[in-house]
């Protein structure tokens, strides 16, 4: 099933929606957008990801009076009722600066547009059977709090590589991993499962989940940097994301995780995520 | 006059010209262009634009042998020689990632677009008399290498400011300035100019323009990050761009620059780097 798009109230194939050159997005990377998992035609972890949509609009500079929340959740219901849209997949709302270039950083005329793709699997059967490398992107990443489109610079090192990772991790001058470039980022060791906090990194979703989740099942969580010291050492890593949900990491750069094959808890967090899917459905 | 656009084979309003949602720049802000001054419908410093461009392209992963130089100077040409282009303005050269979303950062098939618009002052008359304020913005830029249409990041402490400055200027946690959101950043002391070195921060044309400028003319260059610390002492400050030229900078967050006006060498310099116009004009 191919992309549908929603845009000037309108639901059309995604080839027929484009945006002006002018746009803020296309000018200076002033765009916002989520990407929300539908699991049979439901939106998965709805309210946080909206929650969190907004707040991105509002730190962009973007006009939040132009962002009703219930609106949009309201044409994402309109768009999955259709049988033209894909009903395992993903939503991705998208809010931009808009037309008028205020170089004050003030975005007051918004254009929004939405887009449903669908999703054949979260990952390959190799990712899962084998599991990722990640490569280190020696660099902060600004304003993590805010999903943005400004993904280039998780980009070019990894088109610099040799092609062997799934995606660029972040890490700071001091060695602190802070998430991947589309994902939170979790060393383990023993019982314990370590991610950075919050506002060091983005809010992510599926990160608040797995944490919850991890907790009711008796697993301590420390919420701080992993560091690059401690890779060698680690049991395991694994990274989440809406999308990909939970995948393990058997590598980091050169360095080896664990046995360098995926593991038990990496596993366990995902049946549970699994097992569980329905409390966050909306 | 408003702007014109020239897509896939055709000049057009401005208005006209939209890109499809699927493009990786506006999924992943892999988007590459340049700002070139038009002085009376020729360009100025065309040759080292194009030569940043193409590297810029590069740099982001995007396949260069999309990419020819000659021919876009070619539409350059066709499209200034055309009555509805303004003669006094700028024209923007973007080229993006196009429709194939590559995970691991090659970019086959690019989208290449460009802007003519007008450029009714390269600053306001307040500004020329009376300077401007740049905001500190305490971070390192990503790839400075690369002309990406990445800007949100320094228009986000913009935003969230008293309104009284003209840009953010990068300044990195160890107190160092590398270059205005859009603009090289300079600071005087004596005869002594002191910028960052190309590497740090992007190859400004106007840079290179200006420091061959100020060689010839006596004055010391110093290719060094301005700290932080030697702000309160210096005579004057200014940043250099294609469009602003030279602008004198009176404020850099609360420490006043100099006596707090525009002062005799950003003067100087602009008044050579108009006198000598003409040999940079292509």
Not at 142 to 159: D, E, R, T
Request: contains cysteine; glycine residues 10%; charged residues 25%.
């Amino acid at each position: 099933m191919s992309e549908l798009c929603y845009f000037e109230g309108k639901f059309m194939p995604v080839e027929e929606c484009r945006i002006p050159v002018t746009d803020m997005l296309i000018q200076r990377g002033v765009g916002t957008f989520e990407s929300i998992r539908i699991y049979n035609g439901r939106p998965f972890g709805l309210t946080p990801h909206l929650e969190r949509f907004e707040n991105s609009v509002k730190t962009a500079g973007i006009n939040t009076s132009e962002i009703d929340i219930k609106k949009i959740e309201t044409i994402i219901r309109e768009g999955l009722a259709r049988d033209d849209c894909p009903k395992e997949g993903m939503v991705k709302p998208y809010m931009t600066g808009g037309d008028i270039n205020n170089p004050k950083g003030h975005f007051p005329k918004p254009r929004f547009f939405m887009i449903f793709a669908p999703v054949a699997s979260a990952k390959t059967q190799d990712e899962i059977d084998n599991g990722i490398a990640l490569l280190p992107n020696r660099m902060y990443r600004p304003n993590p709090l805010v999903k943005s489109i400004n993904y280039l610079f998780g980009l070019i090192p990894l088109g610099q590589s040799d092609g062997s990772y799934f995606e660029s991790v972040y890490v700071t001058p001091d060695g602190e991993f802070t998430e991947g470039m589309t994902s939170n980022f979790y060393l383990v060791q023993g019982n314990k499962i370590i991610t950075a906090p919050v506002g060091k990194v983005l809010k992510g979703v599926t990160r608040g989940i797995v944490l919850t989740l991890a907790r009711e099942n008796g697993f301590e969580i420390e919420e701080r940097c992993p560091r690059e010291s401690e890779l060698a050492k680690a049991d395991e890593a694994f990274i989440t994301g809406s999308i990909k949900e939970i995948v393990s990491v058997v590598r980091v750069g050169d360095t080896t995780i664990g046995n360098g094959k995926p593991s038990p808890i990496a596993r366990k967090i995902q049946d549970l995520y699994t097992a569980n899917r329905s409390r966050w459905l909306e």
